[in-house]
């Protein structure tokens, strides 16, 4: 019922849910000097405020489970025929389930363009607040977890999402062909990009996108695959006013694939090959060891990595995607050193 | 030849193949481009591990400086050593900024110790310059905890002291740097419960 204000710029406001955020006098602004506040919503994210008022925000999950054959969108010409990888310690049902095409290394193969949305529970999110840096830990189900972070003078929103081991043996998504989650921020169409998007070509140009259209590549079959793009350094869209930019910090799949949200790909694990080339599934086991000296334990790739998130002026975007990638991508280099004499020596 | 960035130059020229670049070769030939890259980052990390603290002054003979590769894992061996009784009377973080431009960032350092942590900027001796710096605990979350642990102790090559595994870190300490162009700064982090309050890193409010 107390709206406690973390760190001048994030206030933590139980709204009503759907409350419209941008109704007159509602904006946060007054609360916060300019630049970033995430305002949440009994926990979870429920607007950013920017020069404009408070801009609606939301972070949830698209989960894909990967096409198990059949796919509605395909015609009878792929032979994409499963291939189980040897050795993999994925739960592989009966093959006759999984009669292809399938998702793989090469090919993003949704078993439908309407995924599992997954939203943050807000009955365990975890705020921390703090005069340098305030967070929110948001989790999704066991696996997926996302921390957002808001720092004086920044007007970025820094994700640092952790997901994995994904299709653990009995697990809900084990008996897919695969698991291929993304995450969303969605300004619930604050932003009215109309179907355009912007992503980088491998770091160096950033090239137009517009939803539903690939030249070369029309008709586009599949309505959420078929909008999917690889980028390296940022994805962005824009209304004439305000802009949503993501800057990531590795190779990954992005798409907008409604007005004002740009969703971007965390993490895949597959339990078949997509008969493209590799000749075995995208599926990334790791054997560590869980105790010193301890016996190796196999289990799928978990993955850790940091977004960062913009909600501006559309003007101010591409400079804002800019410093971004320099903060993700080139940080300064950082050395340790254990200190057990010097100290009374120089004394 | 020679340089000690040849092996990684080499490591990252074989990943330029598409397959690297995109993610579709066979797992182990994935397993060989990472065994390949870790080679050439350890061997131009031991490089800059020994001539950037120069860059920044005269370094104490006893200061060894080591990169932390694992610290988005929450895991930093050198970090986790200050521990009230412990050995370590304070670490030291250094940070190079390659860019042409001043850095100013927020970094966020494992620490086992949460109590009495106090930040301060030092001097191209090594020494304590000016105020204690602002700092924050922040206590490692859920999705930190597990992802520490999972990797602990591959990140320590199975070598996890008793001590990194039980006191590990349990939170990151948040402070401001400043880096100038193609320069270095240099922070200890010390253990001073008679540090003012102000001196001292400050909890942050969970709920």
Request: charged share 20%; glycine share 8%.
């Amino acid at each position: 019922s107390t709206s406690a204000v973390m760190n001048q710029r994030v206030a933590v406001r139980p709204t009503a849910l759907g409350e419209d955020l941008r109704a007159p006098g509602r904006s946060s602004k007054e609360q916060h000097s300019s630049g970033t506040a995430v305002v949440l919503e009994s926990g979870v994210p429920a607007a950013v405020s920017t020069q404009d008022g408070d801009v609606p925000f939301k972070v949830s999950i698209a989960l894909y489970n990967s096409s198990s054959g059949n796919a509605p969108f395909v015609d009878d010409s792929d032979n994409q025929w499963p291939i189980g990888r040897a050795g993999s310690t994925l739960p592989v049902p009966g093959l006759d389930q999984y009669p292809g095409p399938n998702s793989g290394a090469y090919i993003f193969r949704p078993n439908s363009s309407d995924p599992v949305r997954l939203h943050p529970s807000s009955t365990n999110a975890v705020v921390t607040a703090g005069p340098i840096v305030s967070e929110v830990y948001m989790s999704f189900d066991a696996t997926l977890s996302a921390t957002l972070r808001v720092y004086p003078d920044s007007d970025e929103v820094e994700v640092n999402y952790h997901v994995g081991p994904l299709m653990e043996e009995g697990s809900a998504d084990a008996k897919f062909a695969g698991s291929e989650p993304s995450i969303t921020y969605d300004t619930a169409g604050a932003v009215k990009s109309e179907g355009r998007m912007i992503t980088d070509s491998n770091g160096y140009r950033a090239m137009p996108r517009e939803r539903g259209t690939k030249p070369g590549y029309e008709p586009i079959s599949e309505p959420a695959a078929g909008n999917y793009y690889p980028i390296t350094a940022f994805a962005s869209i824009a209304s004439d006013t305000t802009a949503l930019g993501v800057a990531v910090d590795r190779p990954c799949g992005a798409a907008s694939l409604t007005d004002g949200a740009v969703e971007v790909m965390v993490h895949r694990r597959l339990q078949f090959d997509d008969s493209l080339g590799v000749g075995e599934a995208l599926a990334e086991d790791e054997c560590l060891p869980e105790e010193a000296g301890g016996d190796l334990v196999c289990r799928g790739l978990m993955v850790s990595g940091t977004h960062r998130v913009v909600l501006g002026s559309a003007d101010g975007m591409p400079a804002a995607m800019r410093a971004a990638q320099r903060h993700n991508r080139h940080p300064p280099v950082a050395l340790f050193a254990a200190d057990t004499g010097s100290l009374d020596s120089e004394k | 030849a020679g340089l000690p960035t040849a092996r990684l130059a080499l490591a990252l020229g074989l990943v330029q193949h598409h397959d690297g670049v995109s993610g579709t070769e066979k797992q182990h030939v994935a397993d060989d481009y990472a065994r390949q890259l870790a080679k050439g980052y350890d061997g131009t990390m031991a490089f800059v591990a020994e001539h950037v603290p120069q860059l920044h002054g005269t370094v104490p003979s006893a200061l060894k400086f080591a990169p932390c590769a694992f610290a988005n894992a929450s895991i930093c061996t050198a970090s986790e050593s200050l521990r009230g009784g412990a050995d370590t009377k304070r670490v030291v973080a250094l940070y190079f900024n390659a860019d042409t431009t001043e850095r100013k960032e927020y970094v966020r350092v494992p620490v086992a110790e949460t109590a009495g942590l106090v930040v301060r900027e030092l001097d191209a001796n090594y020494q304590p310059k000016g105020d204690p710096i602002e700092s924050q605990v922040v206590p490692l979350n859920d999705a930190q905890r597990r992802f520490r642990a999972r990797y602990l102790y591959s990140a320590t090559s199975g070598k996890a002291s008793a001590a990194t595994t039980t006191n590990g870190a349990v939170a990151q300490l948040v402070f401001a740097i400043s880096v100038q162009p193609r320069s270095t700064a240099a922070y200890s982090i010390e253990i001073d419960k008679m540090a003012t309050t102000n001196a001292r890193a400050r909890p942050s409010t969970v709920f």
